[in-house]
C-alpha cells in the first residue's frame, strides 16, 4: 500500500505498440481509477508514432517516454541504492526508481518481452525492499498460441483473463504444467462499453446509415484476400449509395501496430476500377468511430466485440472460410459470423446473449457497478497491503525447466540467463547510445528502420517463396 493513507498507488505501464499501450493505460485506470498512469514505449519496430498514441484514445497526462527493457528494470525493478541480488551494488536508480510499496507496473507487450521483464524484476527484487505489484494480460481475442504465450506470462501477481471461458482456459493450462495458477484473475478488457447503440435514431439528422468495415494489419495475409473484401466493401457501397461505407484503418503506410502489415489497405484502394463515392478511408480512435456506426464488419478484429458491448450490429466474416489463421474461429457460437452476401441482403445476424457473457463482452451480472473489475482490484489491493513482504516474481520458465528456451529469450532483450544485465547492456537510461539517435536524427533512423522492416523485409520474404 502507499506510505500513507491518502496517498494513491503508482501506476506504470509499459508497452511495445499502439494497440498494447492502449490496453496498458486503460487497464492501469480501471484497476486504480485515482491514479493516473506514467507511460514507457519499448524502441523497437513497433513503437508507436505520436498520431497513433493519440489515435488509442488512452492519453496521458504525460507523453509515454521510450526505453530498452534494461533501462526499465534498472530504473523500476527495485528500490533508490539498492545493491544487486549478488550484492554488487549497480548505481541510483534515479528519481523516477521505485522508493515504496504502493507502486503498479503493468506490462503491455508481447510474451518474450513480459517474460525477460519478469525475470528481471524478480532478480532486481531479491536485493530486499519493497517491490513493485506486477499485472499483465492480453489485448484482445487469444486466439492463436495459447500456451506459448501464456506460459510467458506465468510470474506476474496477476494474469487479467478478459472473460470466465478465458480464465478457465488459463488456469487448466498452467496447472497442467505443474504451474501455480494463483494469479489469473477474470475482469473485461478496458475498452468495451460506450455510448448504447439507439437503433431507431438510425437515419435522424445529418448522419447516413454507416457501415464500418475494420481492417487488420495482417489478417488475410494473402494480396488476392485483401483485394477480394475491398472489393466487397466497395460493392456494398455501389449496392447501397445512400449509405456510408468506412474502410476503419490502423496505421498509414510507414507506421508499425502489433503485426506487420505488408499490403496496407491504403494502397490496395489504388487498384479498384470504379472506387464509388461513398466508400471512404477513416483514421481516428476507434471508439470515436463506434459513436457513428450501424454495422461493423470484420473478419476477426477486436474491434467486434467493443461494438457487439455497445449491441451495435456486427458481422464476422466467413468470407474466406472459418480458419484459425483468420482467427474467426474464436467467434463460433457467437451468433454473429456471416458473408458478404447476407449483408448485401440486409440479412444481419445477431449474437447470442450466452456467448457474450463467457467472452467477457457482457458482464456476468449487469448491476454489478464494478463493470466486472470487482475482483481484480480487490486482489491488487491486497497484494499492495502486503508489497513489503512479497517475495521476488518466480516465472515457471527456469534455467531448470527451459534450459534450451529461456538463455535465448533472455539474451534477445540484453539479459542473462539470471535475468542480470549483459555485458554492455547495463548504461543507465540517457547515456550516450540513446543520446546519438535522439532529435531529427533518431526520426530519420526510426524512418529507415520502418522502411526496411514493412517494405524490404515482406518483399524478401516473398523472393524466398518463389
Known sequence: MPETPNESPRTIVLADSDSRWKWGALTARRLIPESEPQGFLLRGRATPSARQLAETGAATTGAPAETTL???IHRFGRPPGAGTAGGTATGEAGPDAVAAPGTVIVLACVGHTIQAALHGLARAARAGGPRPVVVTGYVGVVYEKLAQGLMTRHGADLVLANSPRDAELFREIYRGAGADDEAVVTCPLPFLGGTPYDADAVGRGDRPHRVVFAVQPSVPETRAERLYLLNRAAGHARRRPEREVL??????PGEHTTHIEALPYQRLLNRLDDRPTNLHLRYGPMAEVLD?????VTVSSTAALEAMSRSIPTAVLTDLGIREPLGNHWFLGSGCLTSWDRI???DLPAPDPAWLVSRGVRPTDPDDPTEGWGEARARLTGLLDRARDLAPGAPYYTVRT???HLPGLLARHGLDPEGAPLPGRA??????L???VRGPARGAARGVYRLAAQRVAPMIRRWGQL
Open 70 to 72: 534494461v533501462d526499465f
Open 247 to 252: 474502410i476503419k484503418l490502423r496505421s498509414r
Open 402 to 404: 527451459a534450459p534450451g
Open 292 to 296: 457513428g456506426t450501424d454495422l461493423l
Open 344 to 346: 448485401d441482403a440486409d
Open 434 to 436: 540513446i543520446r546519438v
Open 427 to 432: 548504461a543507465p537510461a540517457g547515456g550516450p
